[in-house]
Protein backbone atom coordinates (compact mmCIF):
# COMPACT_ATOMS: atom_id res chain seq x y z
CA UNK A 1 0.00 0.00 0.00
CA UNK A 2 2.89 2.44 0.84
CA UNK A 3 4.62 1.43 -2.67
CA UNK A 4 1.69 2.37 -4.60
CA UNK A 5 1.53 6.27 -2.19
CA UNK A 6 5.29 6.75 -3.61
CA UNK A 7 4.38 5.80 -6.56
CA UNK A 8 1.83 8.17 -7.14
CA UNK A 9 3.42 10.60 -5.35
CA UNK A 10 6.70 10.33 -8.30
CA UNK A 11 3.87 10.29 -10.99
CA UNK A 12 2.44 13.57 -9.42
CA UNK A 13 5.92 15.19 -9.17
CA UNK A 14 7.24 14.25 -12.58
CA UNK A 15 4.01 15.00 -14.38
CA UNK A 16 3.99 18.69 -12.59
CA UNK A 17 7.96 18.87 -13.53
CA UNK A 18 7.36 17.74 -17.10
CA UNK A 19 4.31 20.22 -17.01
CA UNK A 20 6.44 23.30 -15.76
CA UNK A 21 9.25 22.27 -18.03
CA UNK A 22 7.14 22.34 -21.52
CA UNK A 23 6.54 25.93 -21.31
CA UNK A 24 10.41 26.94 -21.71
CA UNK A 25 12.79 24.76 -24.07
CA UNK A 26 16.11 23.10 -22.67
CA UNK A 27 16.16 25.09 -19.17
CA UNK A 28 16.12 24.32 -15.91
CA UNK A 29 14.59 26.24 -13.32
CA UNK A 30 16.59 27.00 -9.78
CA UNK A 31 14.86 25.66 -7.48
CA UNK A 32 15.72 27.69 -3.75
CA UNK A 33 12.81 28.91 -1.97
CA UNK A 34 12.26 32.25 -3.01
CA UNK A 35 11.44 35.44 -0.92
CA UNK A 36 7.94 36.42 0.32
CA UNK A 37 6.82 39.42 0.64
CA UNK A 38 3.14 41.06 2.10
CA UNK A 39 0.96 43.37 0.32
CA UNK A 40 0.74 46.74 1.31
CA UNK A 41 -2.39 48.89 0.33
CA UNK A 42 -0.75 52.84 0.05
CA UNK A 43 -1.43 55.19 3.01
CA UNK A 44 -4.20 57.41 1.99
CA UNK A 45 -5.30 56.00 -1.38
CA UNK A 46 -9.04 57.15 -0.71
CA UNK A 47 -8.56 60.41 0.35
CA UNK A 48 -6.37 60.76 -2.57
CA UNK A 49 -8.40 58.69 -5.28
CA UNK A 50 -5.30 56.53 -6.02
CA UNK A 51 -7.69 53.61 -6.24
CA UNK A 52 -7.90 50.62 -8.58
CA UNK A 53 -10.81 50.40 -10.91
CA UNK A 54 -13.05 49.52 -8.64
CA UNK A 55 -12.13 51.73 -6.45
CA UNK A 56 -10.08 49.80 -3.62
CA UNK A 57 -7.03 51.34 -2.65
CA UNK A 58 -3.44 51.03 -4.79
CA UNK A 59 -1.06 48.98 -3.15
CA UNK A 60 2.81 47.70 -3.08
CA UNK A 61 5.02 45.01 -1.87
CA UNK A 62 8.27 46.24 0.21
CA UNK A 63 11.24 44.12 1.17
CA UNK A 64 13.13 46.78 3.48
CA UNK A 65 17.03 46.77 2.37
CA UNK A 66 20.33 46.63 4.10
CA UNK A 67 24.13 46.89 4.62
CA UNK A 68 25.16 48.88 1.46
CA UNK A 69 21.56 48.77 -0.12
CA UNK A 70 19.89 50.40 2.77
CA UNK A 71 20.17 53.95 0.66
CA UNK A 72 19.33 52.62 -2.57
CA UNK A 73 15.66 52.27 -3.63
CA UNK A 74 14.55 49.42 -6.91
CA UNK A 75 10.69 50.16 -7.86
CA UNK A 76 9.28 47.93 -10.18
CA UNK A 77 5.72 48.76 -11.94
CA UNK A 78 3.78 45.63 -12.66
CA UNK A 79 2.12 44.98 -15.52
CA UNK A 80 -0.48 43.15 -17.11
CA UNK A 81 -1.95 44.17 -20.15
CA UNK A 82 -4.66 47.19 -20.62
CA UNK A 83 -8.30 47.64 -20.69
CA UNK A 84 -9.72 49.74 -23.39
CA UNK A 85 -13.46 49.84 -23.36
CA UNK A 86 -15.80 49.73 -20.79
CA UNK A 87 -16.97 45.95 -20.78
CA UNK A 88 -13.14 44.89 -20.46
CA UNK A 89 -12.39 47.31 -17.53
CA UNK A 90 -15.07 46.21 -16.26
CA UNK A 91 -14.14 42.40 -15.77
CA UNK A 92 -10.69 43.62 -14.59
CA UNK A 93 -12.57 44.54 -11.32
CA UNK A 94 -13.29 41.16 -10.23
CA UNK A 95 -9.81 39.92 -10.67
CA UNK A 96 -6.32 41.37 -8.54
CA UNK A 97 -5.68 43.58 -12.33
CA UNK A 98 -8.86 45.88 -11.39
CA UNK A 99 -9.01 45.78 -7.31
CA UNK A 100 -7.06 44.91 -4.62
CA UNK A 101 -9.35 43.03 -2.77
CA UNK A 102 -8.17 40.53 -5.18
CA UNK A 103 -4.22 40.99 -5.08
CA UNK A 104 -2.38 38.07 -3.23
CA UNK A 105 -1.49 38.93 0.03
CA UNK A 106 1.96 37.65 -0.38
CA UNK A 107 4.12 37.40 -3.97
CA UNK A 108 7.01 35.89 -4.79
CA UNK A 109 10.41 38.19 -5.21
CA UNK A 110 12.56 36.55 -8.12
CA UNK A 111 15.08 37.87 -10.55
CA UNK A 112 16.13 41.32 -10.13
CA UNK A 113 13.94 41.34 -6.79
CA UNK A 114 15.44 38.72 -4.96
CA UNK A 115 17.05 39.06 -2.22
CA UNK A 116 20.16 36.73 -2.66
CA UNK A 117 23.30 37.61 -3.91
CA UNK A 118 23.26 34.81 -6.08
CA UNK A 119 20.44 35.44 -7.83
CA UNK A 120 20.75 39.66 -7.97
CA UNK A 121 24.19 40.43 -7.85
CA UNK A 122 23.81 44.30 -7.80
CA UNK A 123 20.45 45.19 -6.13
CA UNK A 124 19.53 42.16 -3.37
CA UNK A 125 20.55 44.18 -0.61
CA UNK A 126 18.68 47.61 -1.90
CA UNK A 127 15.07 48.45 -0.91
CA UNK A 128 12.60 46.76 -3.44
CA UNK A 129 9.01 47.63 -4.17
CA UNK A 130 6.69 46.11 -6.43
CA UNK A 131 3.87 48.28 -7.47
CA UNK A 132 0.61 46.65 -7.98
CA UNK A 133 -1.08 47.26 -11.32
CA UNK A 134 -4.85 47.39 -11.02
CA UNK A 135 -6.03 50.41 -13.63
CA UNK A 136 -5.47 49.67 -16.89
CA UNK A 137 -3.43 52.36 -18.19
CA UNK A 138 -0.20 52.14 -17.40
CA UNK A 139 -0.17 54.39 -14.20
CA UNK A 140 -0.90 57.02 -16.62
CA UNK A 141 -5.00 57.83 -16.71
CA UNK A 142 -7.32 60.15 -14.83
CA UNK A 143 -10.84 59.67 -15.00
CA UNK A 144 -14.44 58.28 -14.26
CA UNK A 145 -17.15 56.28 -15.17
CA UNK A 146 -20.14 57.02 -13.08
CA UNK A 147 -22.43 54.52 -14.70
CA UNK A 148 -19.86 51.87 -14.96
CA UNK A 149 -18.64 52.50 -11.62
CA UNK A 150 -15.13 52.93 -13.18
CA UNK A 151 -12.12 54.88 -11.50
CA UNK A 152 -9.16 55.39 -13.69
CA UNK A 153 -6.72 56.44 -11.08
CA UNK A 154 -3.22 55.16 -12.89
CA UNK A 155 -1.38 58.64 -12.50
CA UNK A 156 -2.92 59.02 -8.96
CA UNK A 157 -1.86 55.74 -7.89
CA UNK A 158 1.76 56.08 -9.33
CA UNK A 159 1.95 59.75 -7.17
CA UNK A 160 0.58 58.29 -4.13
CA UNK A 161 2.58 55.44 -4.03
CA UNK A 162 6.36 58.05 -4.63
CA UNK A 163 4.63 59.62 -1.62
CA UNK A 164 4.22 56.80 0.36
CA UNK A 165 7.45 55.60 -0.58
CA UNK A 166 9.68 58.72 0.04
CA UNK A 167 8.01 59.00 3.46
CA UNK A 168 9.26 55.14 4.59
CA UNK A 169 12.80 56.65 3.42
CA UNK A 170 13.38 56.74 -0.42
CA UNK A 171 13.84 60.91 0.31
CA UNK A 172 17.12 59.85 1.22
CA UNK A 173 17.75 57.67 -1.39
CA UNK A 174 21.27 57.94 -3.01
CA UNK A 175 20.39 56.10 -6.41
CA UNK A 176 16.70 54.68 -7.28
CA UNK A 177 16.14 52.99 -10.30
CA UNK A 178 12.92 52.71 -11.89
CA UNK A 179 11.65 49.62 -13.72
CA UNK A 180 9.04 47.39 -14.80
CA UNK A 181 7.79 44.85 -17.09
CA UNK A 182 5.06 44.56 -20.23
CA UNK A 183 2.85 47.33 -19.39
CA UNK A 184 4.24 48.03 -16.40
CA UNK A 185 8.06 48.77 -18.67
CA UNK A 186 5.79 51.29 -20.98
CA UNK A 187 4.90 52.96 -17.68
CA UNK A 188 8.55 52.67 -16.70
CA UNK A 189 8.95 54.93 -19.90
CA UNK A 190 5.89 57.27 -19.12
CA UNK A 191 6.78 58.22 -15.75
CA UNK A 192 11.21 58.00 -16.10
CA UNK A 193 11.48 61.57 -16.42
CA UNK A 194 8.88 62.80 -13.57
CA UNK A 195 10.29 59.81 -10.95
CA UNK A 196 13.91 62.03 -12.15
CA UNK A 197 12.55 65.08 -10.58
CA UNK A 198 11.52 63.42 -7.38
CA UNK A 199 14.96 63.30 -6.13
CA UNK A 200 17.89 66.26 -5.67
CA UNK A 201 20.24 66.54 -8.55
CA UNK A 202 22.96 64.71 -7.20
CA UNK A 203 21.17 61.35 -6.51
CA UNK A 204 21.79 58.78 -9.26
CA UNK A 205 18.37 58.13 -11.37
CA UNK A 206 17.61 55.54 -13.76
CA UNK A 207 14.64 53.53 -15.70
CA UNK A 208 14.63 50.20 -16.96
CA UNK A 209 12.13 48.96 -19.58
CA UNK A 210 11.82 45.04 -19.85
CA UNK A 211 9.39 44.40 -22.90
CA UNK A 212 8.06 47.81 -22.53
CA UNK A 213 8.84 48.26 -26.36
CA UNK A 214 5.22 47.91 -27.97
CA UNK A 215 5.56 49.25 -31.32
CA UNK A 216 3.49 50.93 -33.74
CA UNK A 217 3.41 48.33 -36.51
CA UNK A 218 1.48 46.98 -39.29
CA UNK A 219 0.06 43.44 -37.87
CA UNK A 220 0.29 40.48 -40.30
CA UNK A 221 -3.12 42.13 -41.96
CA UNK A 222 -2.22 45.29 -43.12
CA UNK A 223 -4.36 46.78 -39.97
CA UNK A 224 -2.77 48.50 -37.25
CA UNK A 225 -4.01 46.47 -34.25
CA UNK A 226 -2.13 47.50 -31.35
CA UNK A 227 -3.17 51.65 -32.66
CA UNK A 228 -6.71 50.64 -32.51
CA UNK A 229 -6.50 48.92 -28.89
CA UNK A 230 -4.15 51.76 -28.04
CA UNK A 231 -6.52 54.56 -29.12
CA UNK A 232 -9.16 52.78 -27.13
CA UNK A 233 -7.02 52.91 -23.74
CA UNK A 234 -5.76 56.69 -23.96
CA UNK A 235 -9.54 58.09 -24.91
CA UNK A 236 -11.28 55.56 -22.34
CA UNK A 237 -8.83 56.50 -19.46
CA UNK A 238 -8.25 59.99 -19.86
CA UNK A 239 -4.47 59.36 -20.76
CA UNK A 240 -3.43 62.46 -22.59
CA UNK A 241 -3.22 64.85 -20.11
CA UNK A 242 -1.01 62.67 -17.66
CA UNK A 243 1.52 61.89 -21.22
CA UNK A 244 4.94 63.50 -21.90
CA UNK A 245 4.09 67.45 -23.50
CA UNK A 246 7.41 67.47 -25.15
CA UNK A 247 5.43 64.52 -27.10
CA UNK A 248 2.04 65.33 -26.85
CA UNK A 249 2.92 69.11 -28.73
CA UNK A 250 3.64 67.35 -31.72
CA UNK A 251 1.57 64.61 -31.78
CA UNK A 252 -1.80 62.75 -31.30
CA UNK A 253 -1.96 61.01 -27.91
CA UNK A 254 -1.83 57.92 -29.03
CA UNK A 255 1.13 58.28 -30.72
CA UNK A 256 2.63 59.49 -27.57
CA UNK A 257 1.58 56.17 -26.22
CA UNK A 258 4.00 54.14 -27.99
CA UNK A 259 7.43 54.49 -26.50
CA UNK A 260 9.21 54.97 -30.07
CA UNK A 261 7.91 58.75 -30.48
CA UNK A 262 8.86 59.18 -26.14
CA UNK A 263 12.71 57.24 -26.36
CA UNK A 264 14.36 60.70 -27.97
CA UNK A 265 12.78 62.87 -25.36
CA UNK A 266 13.53 61.25 -22.23
CA UNK A 267 16.75 63.10 -20.43
CA UNK A 268 17.12 60.44 -17.48
CA UNK A 269 19.80 57.25 -18.38
CA UNK A 270 17.31 54.45 -19.37
CA UNK A 271 18.02 50.88 -20.45
CA UNK A 272 15.85 48.66 -22.69
CA UNK A 273 16.03 45.06 -22.42
CA UNK A 274 13.60 43.35 -24.79
CA UNK A 275 13.70 40.42 -26.84
CA UNK A 276 13.23 41.00 -30.54
CA UNK A 277 10.32 38.63 -31.36
CA UNK A 278 8.62 39.64 -28.12
CA UNK A 279 5.94 36.94 -28.16
CA UNK A 280 3.21 39.08 -26.29
CA UNK A 281 3.41 41.36 -29.39
CA UNK A 282 3.63 38.50 -31.88
CA UNK A 283 0.58 37.05 -30.71
CA UNK A 284 -1.69 40.38 -29.57
CA UNK A 285 -0.42 42.71 -32.08
CA UNK A 286 1.11 40.95 -35.67
CA UNK A 287 -1.35 38.08 -35.55
CA UNK A 288 -4.37 38.12 -33.78
CA UNK A 289 -7.58 36.24 -34.46
CA UNK A 290 -8.52 39.10 -36.15
CA UNK A 291 -5.81 39.81 -38.17
CA UNK A 292 -5.60 36.03 -39.37
CA UNK A 293 -9.00 34.47 -39.40
CA UNK A 294 -7.93 31.60 -41.22
CA UNK A 295 -5.27 30.40 -38.73
CA UNK A 296 -2.43 31.03 -41.00
CA UNK A 297 -0.13 31.94 -37.99
CA UNK A 298 -1.77 29.88 -35.47
CA UNK A 299 0.87 27.33 -35.50
CA UNK A 300 3.78 29.75 -35.79
CA UNK A 301 2.54 32.06 -32.81
CA UNK A 302 2.39 29.56 -30.60
CA UNK A 303 5.77 27.84 -31.73
CA UNK A 304 8.43 29.58 -33.01
CA UNK A 305 9.83 26.27 -34.66
CA UNK A 306 6.81 25.88 -36.78
CA UNK A 307 7.07 29.51 -38.67
CA UNK A 308 7.48 28.86 -42.54
CA UNK A 309 10.24 30.91 -44.05
CA UNK A 310 7.22 33.90 -45.20
CA UNK A 311 6.85 33.89 -41.15
CA UNK A 312 10.26 34.65 -40.68
CA UNK A 313 10.76 37.35 -43.00
CA UNK A 314 7.94 38.70 -41.49
CA UNK A 315 9.47 38.59 -37.66
CA UNK A 316 12.39 39.48 -39.01
CA UNK A 317 10.89 43.04 -40.37
CA UNK A 318 9.55 43.34 -36.94
CA UNK A 319 13.10 43.25 -35.80
CA UNK A 320 14.04 45.60 -38.24
CA UNK A 321 11.13 48.19 -37.21
CA UNK A 322 12.21 47.69 -33.18
CA UNK A 323 15.98 48.11 -33.97
CA UNK A 324 15.01 51.74 -35.99
CA UNK A 325 13.12 52.61 -33.35
CA UNK A 326 15.69 52.54 -30.69
CA UNK A 327 18.72 54.11 -33.02
CA UNK A 328 18.50 57.82 -31.73
CA UNK A 329 18.20 56.38 -28.26
CA UNK A 330 20.92 54.12 -28.76
CA UNK A 331 23.09 56.51 -29.61
CA UNK A 332 23.14 58.49 -26.02
CA UNK A 333 26.15 57.56 -24.12
CA UNK A 334 23.98 57.26 -20.73
CA UNK A 335 21.33 54.66 -22.42
CA UNK A 336 21.58 50.92 -22.39
CA UNK A 337 20.21 48.33 -24.79
CA UNK A 338 19.87 44.71 -24.53
CA UNK A 339 18.05 43.26 -27.68
CA UNK A 340 17.84 39.63 -27.74
CA UNK A 341 17.39 37.23 -30.67
CA UNK A 342 14.54 35.23 -28.33
CA UNK A 343 11.52 34.40 -27.96
CA UNK A 344 10.54 35.57 -25.01
CA UNK A 345 8.21 38.40 -22.77
CA UNK A 346 9.82 39.96 -19.87
CA UNK A 347 13.23 38.48 -18.74
CA UNK A 348 14.54 40.36 -15.69
CA UNK A 349 11.52 39.34 -12.81
CA UNK A 350 11.66 35.45 -13.82
CA UNK A 351 15.06 33.82 -12.19
CA UNK A 352 16.26 31.92 -15.04
CA UNK A 353 16.32 34.61 -17.64
CA UNK A 354 17.82 37.71 -15.59
CA UNK A 355 20.94 35.43 -13.65
CA UNK A 356 21.62 32.05 -13.82
CA UNK A 357 24.25 29.30 -14.76
CA UNK A 358 22.36 28.98 -18.34
CA UNK A 359 20.80 32.22 -18.70
CA UNK A 360 20.42 33.94 -22.08
CA UNK A 361 23.10 36.07 -22.89
CA UNK A 362 24.99 38.40 -26.28
CA UNK A 363 28.26 37.77 -26.01
CA UNK A 364 29.02 35.95 -23.19
CA UNK A 365 26.91 38.87 -21.22
CA UNK A 366 23.79 38.07 -19.63
CA UNK A 367 21.15 40.26 -18.48
CA UNK A 368 21.70 41.15 -14.75
CA UNK A 369 25.49 42.09 -15.98
CA UNK A 370 24.60 44.26 -18.44
CA UNK A 371 21.62 45.97 -16.52
CA UNK A 372 24.31 46.38 -13.76
CA UNK A 373 27.61 47.55 -15.86
CA UNK A 374 25.06 50.05 -17.30
CA UNK A 375 23.34 51.52 -13.98
CA UNK A 376 26.85 51.50 -12.06
CA UNK A 377 28.99 53.15 -15.18
CA UNK A 378 30.83 49.69 -14.94
CA UNK A 379 30.55 49.65 -19.16
CA UNK A 380 28.91 51.15 -22.22
CA UNK A 381 26.14 48.68 -22.85
CA UNK A 382 25.26 48.26 -26.59
CA UNK A 383 24.00 44.40 -27.09
CA UNK A 384 22.07 43.91 -30.20
CA UNK A 385 21.98 40.33 -30.68
CA UNK A 386 22.88 39.06 -34.41
CA UNK A 387 19.20 37.69 -35.89
CA UNK A 388 17.28 34.67 -35.43
CA UNK A 389 18.29 31.96 -35.18
CA UNK A 390 21.88 32.56 -34.25
CA UNK A 391 21.03 32.92 -30.48
CA UNK A 392 21.69 29.38 -28.49
CA UNK A 393 21.23 30.72 -25.42
CA UNK A 394 17.25 32.03 -25.52
CA UNK A 395 14.96 30.79 -22.90
CA UNK A 396 11.80 30.78 -25.60
CA UNK A 397 8.44 30.97 -24.09
CA UNK A 398 6.59 27.89 -25.83
CA UNK A 399 2.83 28.46 -24.45
CA UNK A 400 0.62 25.66 -24.91
C1 LIG B 1 7.41 23.10 -31.23
O1 LIG B 1 7.61 22.64 -32.55
C2 LIG B 1 8.66 21.71 -32.72
C3 LIG B 1 8.86 21.46 -34.22
O2 LIG B 1 7.67 21.12 -34.86
C4 LIG B 1 8.35 20.47 -31.92
O3 LIG B 1 9.40 19.53 -32.04
C5 LIG B 1 8.14 20.85 -30.44
O4 LIG B 1 7.76 19.73 -29.69
C6 LIG B 1 7.09 21.94 -30.31
N1 LIG B 1 7.02 22.38 -28.91
C7 LIG B 1 5.90 22.39 -28.23
C8 LIG B 1 5.98 22.81 -26.81
O5 LIG B 1 4.82 22.12 -28.72
Known sequence: MKAVWVVGLLVVV??????????LDGVNVIATQPLLVDLTLIQSA????????????????????????????????????????????????????????????????????SN??????????????????????????????????????GQRIFSAAMEDLMSK????????????????GLASIL??????ALFPGNTKVKCLADAGLFLDVTDVAGGHTLRSFYE?????????????????????????????????????????????????????????????????????KFNYSKCNDHQI???????????????GFSNSKQNGLFINSCFAHCQSERQDTWYGDNSPNIQNKGIAKSVGDWYFDRAEVKEIDCPYPCDKTCHNLVPR
Open 169 to 184: GMHSANQALLAGCSAG
Open 46 to 113: KEKGAVCLDGTPGAYHLHAGSGSGANSWLLELEGGGWCKDTSSCVYRKTTRRGSSNYMEKQIQFTGIL
Open 116 to 153: KPEENPDFYNWNRIRIRYCDGASFAGEGYNEAAGLYFR
Open 313 to 327: RFLQGFRNQMLDATK
Open 232 to 300: GVVTLQGVAKNLPGTCTAKMDATSCFFPQNLLSNIQTPTFLLNTAYDVWQIQQSLATKNADPKGYWQAC
Open 191 to 196: HCDEFR
Open 14 to 23: VVRWVRGYDY
